[in-house]
C-alpha cells in the first residue's frame, strides 16, 4: 500500500524512534504505506537512483537483513495497540530479520520485559505482544490466491544468538508464573529449539544454568524479601518443559541424566543435583531395567589413564570428591546401587563405566565435548569401586572380561596415549595383577 508522495516514510521511523505514540498512531491511519519503510532498502534506492554514487547490489543487501517499524517498535517498548497496528498492515514484518538475524520477536524478548518488575500494565502488554508475535508467525497466509505455509519465528536462529528460546534462557523473565508459559509456547512452536545449539555452541539447558546461576546469586543477596521467587524450582519446571518435547509428560532421573549429557554439558550435575533436592527417591527408581547409576555410568564417557588402572588395581581411590561427576554424586546418595546389575544385560555400573569411552568412540554416543582434565583421578569409578570391591571381579557379560582386563582392553582401543605409553601402561597393570594375563 503505497505512501502518500508529498511525505518521506521515515516520518513514522522517527516518531517510533522518539516514542511519538500518538503521532504514530496518527501516520499509520493516515499512511499505513509507511509501515513498509526500511533504512536499509531506502539506501539502496536512493544510492541507485544517484548518477554518482556507485552500484549496489540490492540482494546482496538484503540478504544482510533489514530493520522494519516493527523491530523498532519492538525494540523501543511501544504500546500494545500500535504493534498491533504494524502487523494487521504488514503481518511479514514478523519473519524479517534484521543484520543480526533476530526476528522482532528476538528483540522484543530481550528489550520487551524492561521496566514490567511492579507494573501490571506493562507486565500485560508485554505477554500480548509476545503472543500476538508468535501467532503471526503461525498463521497461513493467501496473498493473491497463493497460500503461504507457516514459518514460525521460533525456528529462526539469529546470528549471534540462536533462537529465541536461547535468548529467553540467557536472560528469562522475572515473573515465574509468565515465564513458564512463555517458554511453554516456545517450545510447542517449534520444539527442535530444545536440541539446537546457538552459534556459539551452547544449548538452551546450558544457557538456563547460567540464568540459575545468577539468580542464586541474586537470591541470596535479597534472601530478605518474601516476595523473591526459589530459582531452583523455576528452572526445574523450565527443565521439565524441555523433556516433554523430547520424551513426552513423564520424566524421571534418567531422562534428566540423558538431556544433561547430550544438551546441556556433561561436565556439570547441576540439573542432577536440582532434581534429587526436590525427588530424592529418584536415585533407586528402575526405569527400562537400568537404575540412574548405570544410565550415568554409560553416557558419560570415561577417561582411561594410567593413573586410574593403577588405582583400580591398587584399591586406593584416594581422589577427592568431585562435584561435578555423576557417578560421584549418585554413588554419594545411593552406594547400594553400585552392587545392582541392570536387568536385562546383567551389567554393573562399573561395567558401564570402563567400557563407555569405546562405546562413544564407536559413534553410538556422540558428545561434543571433551573431558575435563581433573577427570583423570575419576572420583566416580573410584567411589564405584569403594562401594563394591567385588565388583573388579565380576566379569562383563558382554566382553566376559573382569573389571581388571576391561581398563587394559578399553585402552587398547581407544588411542589417549602414544604407542611407547601403552607399553609402558599395560606392563604396569601386569606388574600390579598378573592374573589378567589369560584376559588380555
Not at 554393573?348 to 582434565?373: D, E, F, N, S, V
Amino acid at each position: 500500500m503505497p505512501s502518500h508522495t508529498t511525505t518521506p516514510k521515515k516520518i513514522l521511523w522517527r516518531e517510533l524512534l522518539h516514542r511519538e505514540w500518538g503521532a504514530a498512531r496518527l501516520r499509520l491511519t493516515l499512511y499505513p504505506g509507511d509501515a513498509f519503510y526500511t533504512p536499509e532498502e531506502y539506501d539502496i534506492r536512493h544510492c541507485q537512483s544517484s548518477p554518482s554514487s556507485s552500484r549496489l547490489q540490492p540482494d546482496t543487501e538484503r540478504h544482510q537483513g533489514v530493520t522494519t517499524c516493527l523491530h523498532l517498535a519492538c525494540r523501543n517498548r511501544s504500546p500494545s495497540d500500535l504493534v498491533e497496528l504494524l502487523l494487521d498492515i504488514y503481518p511479514a514484518a514478523a519473519r524479517r530479520r534484521d543484520a543480526e538475524g533476530w526476528t522482532p520477536l528476538h528483540t522484543h524478548i530481550l528489550h520487551g520485559s524492561v521496566g514490567t518488575v511492579g507494573n501490571p500494565t506493562r507486565e500485560a502488554e508485554f505477554l500480548h505482544v509476545f503472543q500476538l508475535l508468535l501467532h503471526k508467525s503461525l498463521t497461513r497466509r493467501v496473498v493473491r490466491s497463493i497460500e503461504y505455509p507457516p514459518v514460525s519465528v521460533a525456528s529462526i536462529h539469529g546470528n549471534t544468538t540462536g533462537a529465541p528460546l536461547h535468548l529467553f534462557c540467557c536472560h528469562g523473565h522475572h515473573d515465574a508464573k509468565n515465564e513458564l508459559h512463555l517458554v511453554r509456547a516456545l517450545v510447542l512452536a517449534d520444539p527442535s529449539q530444545v536440541t539446537r545449539s546457538d552459534p556459539n555452541g551452547c544449548f538452551p539447558g546450558t544457557l538456563l544454568w547460567r540464568l540459575y546461576t545468577n539468580r542464586c546469586r541474586r537470591f541470596r543477596e535479597d534472601f530478605s524479601s518474601s516476595d523473591t521467587p526459589d530459582p531452583a524450582q523455576r528452572t526445574l519446571q523450565i527443565l521439565f518443559c524441555f523433556l516433554e518435547a523430547l520424551w513426552g509428560k513423564h520424566h524421571t532421573l534418567h531422562k534428566v541424566l540423558e538431556y544433561q549429557a547430550r544438551y546441556a554439558g556433561p561436565d556439570r550435575t547441576d540439573f542432577v543435583r536440582l532434581y534429587l533436592e526436590v525427588y530424592p527417591e529418584s536415585v533407586l527408581y528402575w526405569y527400562e531395567g537400568k537404575l540412574p547409576l548405570h544410565v550415568a555410568a554409560e553416557l558419560w564417557p570415561r577417561s582411561v589413564t594410567r593413573r586410574m588402572a593403577l588405582k583400580v588395581w591398587s584399591l586406593m581411590p584416594g581422589s577427592s570428591p568431585d562435584v561435578a561427576d555423576p557417578l560421584w554424586r549418585l554413588g554419594q546418595v545411593a552406594p547400594d546401587a553400585a552392587r545392582q546389575m541392570d536387568q536385562r544385560h546383567g551389567r554393573l555400573p562399573l561395567h558401564y563405566a570402563l567400557t563407555a569411552p569405546l562405546t562413544a568412540r564407536l559413534g553410538i554416543q556422540k558428545h561434543r565435548w571433551t573431558p575435563p582434565a581433573c577427570w583423570e583421578d575419576d572420583a566416580g569409578i573410584a567411589g564405584l569401586i569403594q562401594a563394591h570391591p567385588m565388583g573388579l571381579a565380576i566379569p562383563d557379560p558382554q566382553t566376559h572380561l573382569p573389571a581388571v582386563g576391561l581398563v587394559g582392553w578399553v585402552a587398547s582401543q581407544v588411542p589417549v596415549t602414544s604407542e611407547t605409553a601403552l607399553v609402558g601402561f599395560l606392563y604396569s597393570i601386569l606388574r600390579h595383577e598378573p592374573c589378567v594375563l589369560p584376559h588380555g
